[in-house]
């Protein structure tokens, strides 16, 4: 009953029984009970099943304890997908248990009609399908997009052969007239950024066409500003900067958040209404007042197999609207999306035709 009532949430807010703070305590209520490690956890900081009363209330369980802890409602073998995190610059991964994936895709679904486009396309995907990455969130979310939001052309560039940056290029010029969708892990981007160059090559698409990024290119590729990243999306797809979208994803979490990239404007990361954030002390863990910078919580409604409420080592500043990121807390390690595309491209070839 409790997933039903989650999935009416997601897709008609308006004809819920239920708000968010209701299902969010309801969700608290049953992992409690029904997750033994959850439990424990809620149990050694003091809180107990009846002590939360509101959505902030929930104990936030950390990433890093998704390396170390077994964080499911079932059994693993029960589960029909792990989702692990992209690994550390300890090698050491986190491990998601979904026992299945419709509330899963049900919200990704959704937050991306919501936040990118409602419509059918053709979509180009230069990031890994599932059956290469079957552990990946990424690749499944990718990979479930253009199942169920592309066109029967839509295809996958980038394979264990690596990036095919020339049957890309073909497939940009065949779509030239038609508005598409690009996808991709930001790191996917800036590798193609450098075989284009050695080409002295642009790929103009339909002005209607839609560019989406996710991770970020810190520390992981030749350095690149974001400022620098989106203005050479501009130049190489000639695909002005409100037809760019940035995705910001855990695989932690089972929603996704997404931010419309403008010019001069902070890029702030906006919530589907079933996650919320809150920005809290890293000492104190007492939330911080808007527009001073702490450490993100999310609070998920479709984390419904796992714990209801993730700490991150993000640091955010809370805004009127969503949140702008930061970065990364000082002595946490990278990961991420482009983690994840940077480790295939050096195992693989790289780039080829």
């Given amino acids: 009953m409790l997933k039903e009532d989650i999935q009416m949430f997601i897709e008609r807010p308006e004809e819920s029984k239920y708000t968010f703070n209701e299902l969010a305590v309801q969700l608290f209520g049953y992992l409690y009970r029904e997750n033994e490690a959850y439990q424990q956890f809620c149990r050694r900081i003091g809180i107990g099943s009846r002590q939360v009363r509101t959505w902030k209330d929930i104990p936030?369980?950390?990433?890093?304890?998704?390396?170390?802890?077994?964080?499911?409602?079932?059994?693993?073998?029960?589960?029909?997908?792990?989702?692990?995190?992209?690994?550390?610059?300890?090698?050491?991964?986190?491990?998601?248990?979904h026992e299945n994936l419709d509330i899963?895709?049900?919200?990704?679904?959704?937050?991306?009609?919501?936040?990118?486009?409602?419509?059918?396309?053709?979509?180009?995907?230069?990031?890994?399908?599932?059956?290469e990455m079957p552990n990946s969130s990424l690749a499944h979310y990718l990979t479930m997009l253009r199942e169920y939001q592309g066109t029967k052309d839509s295809r996958h560039f980038f394979t264990r052969g690596g990036l095919k940056v020339q049957s890309f290029i073909q497939w940009t010029k065949e779509y030239k007239d038609t508005p598409v969708i690009v996808l991709g892990a930001s790191y996917s981007f800036v590798h193609l950024f450098d075989a284009l160059e050695e080409i002295k090559q642009t790929l103009p698409l339909h002005k209607d066409s839609l560019i989406f990024d996710t991770g970020g290119f810190k520390n992981i590729s030749r350095s690149l500003e974001e400022e620098e990243f989106y203005e050479k999306l501009e130049q190489i797809f000639h695909v002005k900067r409100e037809n760019m979208v940035n995705m910001y994803g855990m695989t932690e979490l089972s929603t996704q958040y997404y931010t419309a990239i403008g010019k001069g404007q902070k890029h702030i990361k906006k919530n589907p209404h079933w996650i919320r954030f809150k920005v809290v002390d890293?000492?104190?863990?007492?939330?911080?007042?808007?527009?001073?910078?702490?450490?993100?919580?999310?609070?998920?409604?479709?984390n419904i197999n796992s714990v209801p409420a993730v700490?991150?080592?993000?640091?955010?500043?809370?805004?009127?609207?969503?949140?702008?990121?930061?970065?990364r807390q000082a002595s946490a390690e990278p990961k991420g999306c482009s983690l994840s595309a940077k480790q295939w491209l050096e195992e693989h070839n790289h780039v080829n035709g």
């Fill in 60 to 97: 936030a369980v950390s990433t890093d304890a998704f390396k170390n802890t077994f964080l499911s409602t079932v059994p693993g073998e029960d589960c029909e997908r792990i989702f692990m995190t992209s690994g550390t610059t300890s090698g050491k991964q986190g491990k998601h248990y």
């Fill in 104 to 131: 899963y895709d049900f919200s990704a679904r959704n937050s991306f009609q919501q936040f990118v486009s409602r419509e059918k396309r053709p979509i180009a995907i230069l990031f890994p399908d599932e059956e």
């Fill in 282 to 302: 890293p000492v104190s863990g007492e939330e911080m007042p808007k527009g001073e910078a702490g450490l993100l919580i999310h609070v998920d409604l479709a």
């Fill in 311 to 327: 700490q991150t080592s993000d640091l955010a500043v809370e805004h009127e609207t969503g949140f702008e990121l930061l970065g």
